[in-house]
C-alpha cells in the first residue's frame, strides 16, 4: 500500500514535470539556447517547492537532494527542445496541464506545510506559494511582470486548492480525501477561468487631460 509520502512525493514529481515543460516553452519562445532552456525549466519546476522548504526549516531542500527532480526538470527541458513544435501544437492541453501542476503543488505545498506544525492560515499561504513560486523566478529571469499577477484566477486558484487541504486536515479527513478535494476546487477554478476569462477586478486609473488641451489651455491664458 501507498503511504502518504510516497503519495505526495509522486504528485510532487508529476508537478515538477508540468511546470517543466511550461519553462522550456518560455525559454524557446524567448529563443534561449539549451543550456537556458533546461535553467528555465528547472526553475519552473523546482523553485516553488524550494521556497516552501527554506520557509519552513525543511533544508536542504528536496529538489537539490533528491535527484528525480533535476532528471525530471532535464527530461521536459528536453522534450520541449527537441519536439518544441509537437508541444506547441498541444498549446490548449499544455494549459490543461499547467492548471493540473498548479493543483499538484498547491494541495503537496500545504500538506507538507501542515507536517511541518504551521498554523492553518500559513500552510494554505505556503500551498499556493509551492505552486505559484516557480513561475514568478521564471518570468523573473525573462524580465517580464509575473503571470501570476495577471493570469485569470491562477494565485486565487491555487490558494483554494491549498485551503481545501488545510480545512480537510481541520475537519479530521484523510489527506487523500482532503488532496483530491483540494485539486478538484483548484483544477476546477482554473480551468474555469481559462476558458470564461474570469479574473480579478482590475483597477481603473483616473482619466488625465492631454497634453495638447493643456497646451491649448496655457495658449488661452497668454
Same mark, same amino acid.
Given at each position: ?30 529563443? /534561449? ?6 535553467? #528555465?525549466?528547472?526553475?519552473? $519546476?523546482?523553485? %516553488? *517547492?524550494? !521556497? &516552501? =522548504? +527554506? @520557509? ?61 506544525? /504551521? ?6 499561504? #505556503?500551498?499556493?506559494?509551492? $505552486?505559484?513560486? %516557480? *513561475?514568478? !523566478? &521564471? =518570468? +523573473? @529571469? ?81
Amino acid at each position: 500500500m501507498i503511504t502518504i509520502d510516497v503519495f505526495v512525493r509522486i504528485l510532487d514529481l508529476a508537478g515538477t514535470f508540468v511546470f517543466a515543460i511550461s519553462g522550456a516553452v518560455a525559454a524557446v519562445n524567448r529563443r /534561449l539556447d539549451v543550456f537556458g532552456i533546461l535553467v #528555465l525549466s528547472f526553475v519552473a $519546476g523546482n523553485f %516553488g *517547492g524550494i !521556497t &516552501r =522548504d +527554506v @520557509l519552513i526549516g525543511a533544508v536542504p531542500p528536496a529538489a537539490l537532494t533528491d535527484g528525480r527532480y533535476l532528471l525530471v526538470s532535464v527530461l521536459a527541458g528536453l522534450i520541449t527542445f527537441f519536439w518544441y513544435a509537437g508541444v506547441d501544437k498541444l498549446r490548449s492541453p499544455v494549459l490543461l496541464f499547467d492548471a493540473a501542476g498548479l493543483s499538484l503543488f498547491a494541495v503537496t505545498g500545504a500538506q507538507k506545510a501542515i507536517e511541518f506544525g /504551521l498554523n492553518p492560515i500559513m500552510a494554505a499561504l #505556503l500551498g499556493m506559494l509551492t $505552486g505559484i513560486g %516557480g *513561475g514568478i !523566478t &521564471r =518570468d +523573473v @529571469l525573462l524580465t517580464e511582470i509575473p503571470q501570476v499577477l495577471r493570469s485569470d484566477l491562477y494565485a486565487v486558484a491555487a490558494l483554494a486548492g491549498a485551503s481545501g487541504v488545510v480545512i480537510g486536515d481541520i475537519l479530521g479527513f484523510s489527506y487523500g480525501v482532503s488532496a483530491l478535494a483540494g485539486a478538484v476546487l483548484c483544477f476546477g477554478l482554473r480551468f474555469m477561468a481559462i476558458r470564461h476569462g474570469w479574473h480579478l477586478p482590475i483597477a481603473r486609473r483616473a482619466g488625465r487631460r492631454p497634453p495638447e488641451a493643456d497646451t491649448s489651455d496655457d495658449n488661452d491664458a497668454s
